[in-house]
Structure formats: C-alpha cells, structure tokens
C-alpha cells in the first residue's frame, strides 16, 4: 500500500541548530514524485519542493537541502542555521502518475529564540 | 493573480443539511483536489479530478460528492454532513501531476474550517 511516514510528531531545537524531518514512503508505483510542503502558524500550506522518482540528483536551496535515497525510500529535508520563522508543521508526501496523493502527517518544528 | 479560492473559509452547520464548498482557480489548471486535514492525521485526498468530467477516490471519499463540469470550478458536496466530517478543508490545483520530467506544484487554497454540530 501507498504510504508515507514521518516519524518525528514534533522537534524543537533553538535558533541556528541544524535539524533534520524524516520521510519515509511505501510505493508501488515504478515512477513517482515526492514532495515537501510547509504549512506556517497562519495555516496556508506553502510548497517547498517536488522531487520525481528518476531524479535522484539532491537538492539545495539556500538555508534548505532535501536528499532523495531510493534505495531507502527517503526523502529527507534539512534545515541549516534554523530560525525562528522555520517554526511550523511540514509535510512529506508521495504522488503517482494518475493523481493520487499521499501526504505524512506532519512534524511540527519549533524553533526556539 | 494567480489563485485558488475556496467558499466559504468558515461554515458551521447542523448533521444533515446538505451543504456545498466551492472551490475555482483561474490559472487553466488540469488537475484539481480536495483534501481535508484532521489533527495528527496530516492531509488527506477526498477526491481529485485529472480534467472536465473525469473525477476518481481519493483516500477518504465516503461522505462526499464533486463534479467537475467546468475546467475552474471542482466543488465538494457534503449531502448529508455529519460531525465526523468536522475538518479544515483544502483545495487544491495544478497542471497534469506528471509530465514527462517536468514537475508541476500543487497550488492550494486557504481553507474551509467546517463545523457539523
């Protein structure tokens, strides 16, 4: 079955600590897409990344790195120098071809002054 | 602007009385969705729509109706609501979820909070 976890519920970490949200997908499809979404105390969600099945190539953007392992089916996203507007619930999921989407259930991340 | 917007941001209603949840984007998008968000369940897909006329389940379809009889405009319908469909609602929309090596972003709108007492 289709399936994504995040098993950190909730991290906190203080103001310029590098912290790490696991994601771990089940899939049965050959291609697929991954991606990360970040929802902020306003609650709007806002896009991070998208990462598809052949793409293995990692990612960074700025302050943000994200490292797509196939073999592990992970997909996990880094935040370098935290800070206190990184603090919200951030989703993981996993998308198919024919349009059916699976999202985490969050890891709410705290950043303390 | 580029936008999804969904009617209205908040409902409160009583278990029965059909109610209906707009949602229209105006970016020419293929591909819409209806998510509903539960704490510590995280986000998930009621239904989706591929284009005009095609809709297909999600995870969590049972109680819910769509159509999608224009390209812009991908409603929810709760016939008969009742207080476990109490939620925060998401639509969202994008081009076609997988193209070739391109990747396109979902764009979501700002929510419904429904209340069924």
């Known amino acids: 079955a289709q399936k994504v976890t995040q098993a950190q519920t909730e991290i906190s970490v203080v103001e310029k600590e590098d912290v790490t949200l696991d994601c771990v997908y089940e899939?049965?499809?050959?291609?697929?897409?991954l991606f990360w979404y970040k929802q902020p105390p306003s609650g709007e969600l806002v896009f991070l990344i998208r990462?598809?099945?052949?793409?293995?190539q990692n990612e960074i953007s700025g302050r943000y790195s994200w490292n797509f392992q196939k073999s592990t089916s992970s997909f996990n996203f880094t935040i370098t120098a935290s800070q206190v507007v990184d603090s919200a619930v951030y989703f993981c999921?996993?998308?198919?071809?024919?349009?059916?989407?699976?999202f985490g259930r969050g890891t709410q991340l705290t950043v303390w002054p | 602007e580029a936008q999804v917007t969904q009617n209205p941001r908040y409902l409160i209603t009583v278990t029965g009385k059909k109610l209906t949840v707009t949602c229209s984007q105006n970016?020419?998008?293929?591909?819409m969705s209806w998510y509903r968000q539960d704490p510590g369940l995280g986000l998930r897909q009621i239904y989706y729509?591929?284009?005009?006329?095609?809709?297909d389940k999600g995870d969590v379809p049972e109680g819910y109706k769509v159509s999608r009889k224009e390209k812009r405009n991908f409603p929810l319908i709760l016939e008969s609501p009742s207080p476990n469909q109490t939620s925060l609602y998401f639509c969202?929309?994008?081009?076609?979820?997988?193209?070739?090596?391109?990747?396109?972003?979902?764009?979501f709108g700002p929510g419904t909070r429904l209340t069924v007492t």
């Open positions: 969202a929309s994008s081009l076609a979820p997988f193209s070739g090596t391109l990747g396109y972003e979902q764009y």
């Open positions: 999921g996993e998308g198919s071809t024919l349009g059916r989407l699976y």
């Open positions: 729509s591929m284009n005009v006329e095609v809709t």
């Open positions: 899939t049965r499809d050959t291609t697929y897409y």
């Open positions: 970016m020419n998008h293929e591909y």
């Open positions: 990462r598809n099945s052949f793409d293995e």
